[in-house]
């Protein structure tokens, strides 16, 4: 599949929106990524069918650029509920050093992702097929895309991140009734920051970063 023209400097400057600079091995990278789930997506339900490579960029592409910067020093993180590999793949993308562990219960998704990964030669990436609240993983950061609500969320990742960690949570703008759904303290966990941001889209997002107090 050829790659449309202007894709290179999209990715770029969507990147950039993010501080984010992107060498020509991980624009070539990302460019790979978006061709496979173009392939796989009616096999393995990753995006909507109606979605352009374009389209991918701006929202999920943009999302994952969106917590780079916040799990930067982290070098274990977990995408849990990884589905298309959003945020996972982008960061390993842009976080070579890094080590990635995407969580994926379902088949077919866990197959993709595994293609994506050989395909890609991503060495700093691994795919545990499993439910969250199974998988075995010490992690410094956990990140999550929209799977959860908050309270299920910190549940599944109390388990997997380490004293002191990270969990970010990529939520709408409706996060404001989740945390006051329920007492944030009794689960182990602080509110760092929350983050809001907007995509190409005209869609809000907020990022809640939390870290683990104790264990519960």
């Keep these: 599949m050829s790659v449309p023209s202007g894709e290179r ?5 969507t990147a950039q929106r993010f501080a984010l600079e992107l060498s020509d091995h991980q624009v070539e990278a990302l460019e790979s990524y978006l061709g496979l789930l173009l392939r796989w997506r ?3 339900r990753l995006v909507s069918q109606r979605q352009t490579r374009a389209d991918i960029v701006r929202k999920h592409i943009a999302d ?3 917590v780079v910067g916040h799990v930067a020093k982290c070098r274990r993180i977990a995408d849990i509920g990884s589905g298309a590999g959003f945020p996972g793949i982008p960061i390993a993308i842009a976080l070579s050093d890094a080590q990635l562990t995407l969580v994926e219960p379902n088949r077919r998704k866990a197959n993709f992702l595994r293609e994506v990964v050989r395909t890609l030669a991503l060495k700093n990436v691994d795919i ?4 969250a609240e199974e998988a075995v993983i010490e992690a410094d950061a956990v990140v999550s895309r929209a799977v959860w609500p908050l309270v299920e969320l910190l ?18 703008p409706t996060i404001e009734t989740e945390l006051a759904a329920f007492k944030l303290d009794a689960c182990g966990f602080s509110i760092e920051s929350t983050k809001l941001y907007g995509l190409e889209s005209g869609e809000q997002r907020v990022l809640v970063l939390l ?6």
Excluded at 211 to 216: D, G, K
């Design 128 to 131: 545990v097929e499993a439910r």
């Design 155 to 172: 549940d599944r990742a109390r388990n997997l991140v380490v004293l002191g960690g990270l969990v970010v949570a990529m939520k709408g």
């Design 9 to 13: 400097a999209q990715l770029r400057l």
């Design 64 to 66: 994952s650029f969106a």
């Design 211 to 216: 870290r683990r107090q104790r264990s519960t």
């Design 42 to 44: 009616a096999f393995a």
